[in-house]
């Protein structure tokens, strides 16, 4: 699946600059994408918006959506598709030209010298939702009742992340011979593990030693080394510790649009491309208000002219819980309700709020604390930030992980933190600061006499050794008054933008395959229009039949539609091809709403419509 991020590794400074917005002096790295929007809308070029968006282009664009959603696309096929639907060859073609001129779609030139298209994903959806049919408007909140129950609280992707990133903080894992998470390990990571590896077999995402690693495994293992929270280097899987610190600094909400964009990432390859167009009617619900799947499928049923039978083959509400609205329930990002035996009768409601252009939220805006009680067990509400989470995940050991999590301090977990880098004072202001009522007395005291003699050979060794030489290398417990590495939006977007190497294989060579930039002429587009005469173009005008018919075969070369008129109506037909029998022929074609067959003697006037060239074309 095409990302801006691919695009971005692929261009200069100053080409990626005009495609995301990034500006002299700024860090490439840190563009964001509230930059190039503005409220409701995609603005990559302003000028591409509204009326500068010609006719041919915007039919394009929708045909694209319709057909292919976020998927890559061959032109032929697109043609093929539109064709179905009335609109020329040639309006896509020059369409086509005039997206990729604008950098809305891009073309690359695969090893063999055929072309693909693709439109990236973010801006897929964005364009969706810009310039969907009215049928497909965002739905409203007042037709759907009252929300979900809340779902189990301390599992899903973002807290099996968070688990397998302690994991890495605190164990060397040095990899096999083939490149591998040795077995001893595994074991131990797929026991933190809470996402069920078989709701996400469904999907059938290919990936490196699949006799080895599980889906659940591999998801977490893909997701830490693409987000660059992990990396394999000199025979080891690695924290990368700064990044990791960037990422605990982050709010929830901000960590589940970024799980969320990785997973749209990974498994739209593998969802039919009119799911795209349901998954991005999902999306516009409100975060704190449900959906019926029905309702979803109703309205894109609604953009399409089929019947009452083919309406329900088409679009099947089962295929869609299986590929999407499970799995992403299994990660934690949706609640799920099965409301009967009818699968268009589930209903949903996001546990995030999945516009990912939205301002985010700072993760200092999680103020819960938790409750350090005085038989060492510490209460750990849903509300308390990640980083206060990863101090106790090291100095404690988790005894519940549920809407409540629920902890328990011991010699040898206060020992082990301190064995991991951290120190003394580090542990006891996190358990202060954090704690809504503050350490216990006799807990704290217990804490100074289980760890006198580790701190003191801490000590000893800082002194011998230098300040600082024994400081944490894990992401550091960050206090309200410390600040970050850099602002949260910064960092927000450097997540939601990154692309490292993973173990879930790629759909497509977009690193390998050249960005074909050349943009064909009228000439290239309609080879031999300037020789015919140009008010064939120009105006729907009588002609002998003869001249009729040589003027639909050099539209059938170029594939161009043709304007007929009578004295009592216009139509506008895709030629298909002539149709010969006893000396007389007739036209067969298309119109936008279906197939049909046209005399020459029913028709009085004729125009071939190229886009750009014909007067009436134009947008």
């Known amino acids: 699946m095409l990302g801006l991020a691919d695009l971005a590794a692929k261009l200069s400074a ?24 503005i409220p409701g809308e995609l603005s990559i070029d302003k000028r591409v918006w509204g009326e500068d968006l010609a006719q041919w282009e915007k039919h394009t ?25 009335g609109i020329a060859g040639a309006e896509i ?110 999907l059938s995402y290919p990936y490196v030693h699949c006799d080895i690693y599980n889906e659940s495994l591999v998801l977490v293992l893909d997701a830490s080394l693409r987000l660059g929270l992990a990396v394999m280097k000199d025979g080891e899987l690695k924290l990368c510790r700064e990044r990791a610190a960037d990422w605990l600094k982050l709010s929830t909400e901000s960590m589940r649009r970024i799980l969320y964009a990785y997973w749209v990432r990974i498994s739209f390859p593998y969802v039919p491309s009119w799911q795209h167009q349901v998954i991005w009617l999902m999306e516009r619900i409100p975060v704190n208000r449900q959906g019926r799947l029905g309702d979803i499928l109703d ?65 200092k805006a999680e103020a819960d604390k938790c409750y350090v009680q005085p038989d060492f067990e510490i209460v750990v509400p849903p509300g308390v930030p990640f980083r206060t989470r990863w101090m106790l995940e090291a100095m404690c050991e988790r005894q519940q ?32 600061d954090e704690s809504l009522y503050g350490l216990p007395d006799n807990v704290a005291q217990m804490i100074m006499q289980w760890t006198a003699r580790e701190a003191r050979t801490e000590m000893e060794n800082k002194e011998s050794e230098g300040t600082g030489a024994h ?13 970050g590495v850099r602002n949260e939006g910064a960092a927000y977007f450097s997540f939601l933008t990154v692309n490292g190497p993973g173990l879930i294989l790629s759909d497509y060579a977009w690193d390998r395959w050249p960005i074909d930039c050349s943009i064909p002429s009228a000439d290239e587009l309609y080879p031999g229009w300037r020789e015919v005469p140009l008010k064939w173009f120009r105006e729907c005008h009588s002609y002998h039949l003869s001249t009729r018919k040589e003027m639909i075969s050099r539209a059938l070369e170029w594939k161009a539609a043709l304007r007929l008129a009578s004295s009592s109506e216009e139509v506008l037909l895709v030629p298909i ?17 279906s197939a049909c067959v046209v005399d020459p003697q029913e028709w009085e006037q004729i125009q071939i419509i190229l886009p750009e060239i014909s007067k009436g074309s134009s947008s």
């Open 471 to 483: 400081s944490a290398v894990s992401p550091e417990y960050v206090n309200e008054s410390d600040g």
């Open 93 to 202: 073609r020059r369409g086509l030209s005039g997206l990729k001129e604008k950098q809305m779609v891009f073309a690359f030139r695969k090893a063999w010298g055929e072309y693909i298209y693709a439109l990236p994903w973010e801006l897929a959806r964005l364009w969706h939702r810009k310039i969907a049919r009215p049928g497909a408007v965002p739905l409203s909140s007042d037709t759907f009742g009252a929300p979900l129950a809340e779902t189990s609280y301390g599992r899903g992707l973002l807290f099996d992340l968070f688990y397998f990133l302690r994991y890495l903080a605190s164990n060397e894992i040095h990899l096999t011979k083939k490149g591998t998470v040795p077995k001893r390990h595994l074991q131990k990571i797929d026991s933190l593990l809470t996402v069920d590896a078989a709701a996400l077999r469904p």
């Open 14 to 37: 100053p080409e990626a600059g005009r495609l995301i917005g990034w500006r002299e002096g700024d860090r490439l790295e840190e563009w964001s994408l509230t930059e190039r929007t």
């Open 401 to 432: 992980s549920d809407q409540v999590a629920v902890y328990r301090l011991s010699k040898e977990s206060m020992n082990k933190a301190l064995a991991e880098g951290y120190d003394l004072e580090q542990c006891m202001g996190c358990l202060r």
């Open 299 to 363: 309205v894109l049923r609604d953009c399409r002219p089929l019947s009452e039978e083919e309406r329900k083959q088409e679009f099947h509400a089962e295929s869609v819980l299986a590929l999407w609205l499970k799995p992403l329930a299994e990660l934690g990002l949706v609640d799920l309700a099965e409301c009967g035996t009818d699968a268009e009768e589930t209903c949903f409601r996001w546990t995030f709020t999945p516009d990912l252009e939205a301002a985010c939220p700072n993760g």
């Open 61 to 85: 664009l929708q045909v694209i959506l319709d057909r292919f959603g976020a998927h890559p696309f061959d032109p032929v096929k697109l043609e093929q598709a539109a064709e179905e639907i």
């Open 577 to 593: 091809r002539i149709l010969d029998s006893e000396g007389k022929w007739r036209v067969a074609g298309r119109t936008q709403t």
